[in-house]
């Protein structure tokens, strides 16, 4: 049984943007084991976040055309807003590592960057299915675990960062890459967030 009125048009490229988050997500993780193809890796991570906004920029004139919308404006908005900014993060870390010049693969860097790719999965599978609670509720909860693992390897990560005897200017590139990453973590988790409210509030 659907929680939500059917609107095709809608679900259509929140699924969509939802596909384009996994993609970025995932160039992202495999840019940080193959550095020495970065700049192919953020041409093509540049190309979906250009799709993705034209994707938003849709969703907003759907929304102002439409009379009568399958769920609240204001969640259609957020929602289309929060998977956006996903890919604007990862867009905004792969173009940080392109400035920083970076030739080295950092463990944390990939471990951090493959939490967010597992996110961005369920995530997807969740806008697919985010007429079923049952599955918004499921996603939530693994998308928490997920951030809560993100965590663990950031604060670790930071750690060794300071340790003595530690490049400075390593210091300030690889700090600042890791931050763009947990905070692309902590806003899949908005996502997730958002899709509950929706879920809880259609149900």
Known sequence: MRLIP?????????SELARRMTNSTKLLSEMFVQ??????????????????????????????????????????????YRLDNVIDLVDGTARRAQLFNITEIREPAHRLADVLNRAAIVLE??????????????????????EEEGDAIYGEAIGDLFKPGAD?????????????????????EDV??????????NS
């Open 192 to 201: 997730s967030n958002v899709l509950e409210s929706i879920s809880l509030k």
């Open 35 to 80: 550095p020495h193809r970065l700049g192919e890796f953020v041409n093509q991570i540049k190309a979906i976040e250009h799709e993705a906004d034209d994707l938003t920029r849709e969703v907003i004139a759907r929304l102002d055309k439409s009379f009568v919308t399958p769920m609240d404006r204001e969640d259609i908005h957020l929602l289309a």
């Open 168 to 188: 400075p200017l390593d210091v300030i590139k690889w700090k600042e890459l890791y931050d763009k990453i947990e905070s692309a973590i902590d806003e899949a």
């Open 6 to 14: 059917r609107d095709e048009g809608f679900f259509a490229l929140f």
């Open 125 to 146: 599978r969740a806008v697919t299915d985010m007429t079923k609670r049952q599955s918004v509720v499921a996603a939530g909860n693994e998308v928490k675990r997920l």
